[in-house]
């Protein structure tokens, strides 16, 4: 059963990206549609129109398996060799600096968020 709740949870997930995709051919929209949807998803999850519980399962399965998305791509440095030279090096410290500031910026956007929902409860 729990496989089944899983699986519904993944396919609302795709639904909602299909939906950003369907809105930004519809609308012509030079963002991603994926970045559409992710802000569907936010705004829905927000006015709780979404409750969690409806994603929660399946939005934390496919973070459990993320890292495996990314093995094609670190192999891939090997077929192109200038990576590994010094502009590799100057990229790498671009990459981990711009990640860096990502997971900062999104760690103190859910703190602030966890500090708003507590005040609420």
Known sequence: MKLLKIIIQI?????????????????????PGSIIGLLLLFT???????????IENGA??????????????????????DFLSWTGVLLAGIVSLSTLATMTAAGMVSQYFQNKRKEVH
């Open 11 to 31: 396919a609302v997930l795709y639904g909602i990206y299909f939906l950003g995709e369907g809105i930004r051919s519809l609308l012509n929209i030079p963002i």
């Open 60 to 81: 934390r399965f496919i973070l459990v398996y993320l890292p495996l998305f990314f093995i094609p791509a670190t192999v891939g440095v090997i077929n192109y060799p």
């Open 44 to 54: 829905a999850l927000s006015l709780r129109i979404i409750p969690v519980e409806w």
